[in-house]
């Protein structure tokens, strides 16, 4: 699985590019919680390329919200398709996170 990782300002954006399941999504939980011990992280997660995510990336997203909550923040997910938001719905899970359509609305979210 490849995980493109870039800066906008001081912005970190992860963007994975395939399903988040198994060691892919453990991989990408991985990268996600390095990036947000720092002391003041700014993470977007485009899921724009993610057809589906499993129990393991989810619980993935939950421990980087549960990072940020901490500090009182939440996880930003920007592009997200109509089949992962059904599943982050579904499993009552939507709410822990902040929703923006596109990337570049995320990271404005910042400022």
């Not at 719905?89 to 990271?107: H, I, N, P, S, Y």
């Amino acid at each position: 699985m490849k995980i493109e990782r870039s800066t906008v300002g001081t912005v970190d954006v992860l963007k994975p590019s395939a399903a988040l399941i198994e060691d892919d999504a453990t991989d990408f939980t991985k990268l996600l919680l390095a990036r947000l011990k720092s002391p003041n992280p700014r993470v977007v997660v485009s899921l724009q390329d993610v057809p589906y995510m499993d129990s393991t990336a989810l619980e993935g997203l939950l421990d980087g919200s549960d990072e940020l909550a901490q500090r009182a923040a939440a996880l930003k997910l920007a592009q997200v398709p109509p089949t992962c938001r059904e599943i982050l719905e579904l499993t009552g899970l939507a709410g822990r996170f902040r929703f923006f359509e596109e990337v570049q609305d995320a990271v404005r979210s910042y400022l």
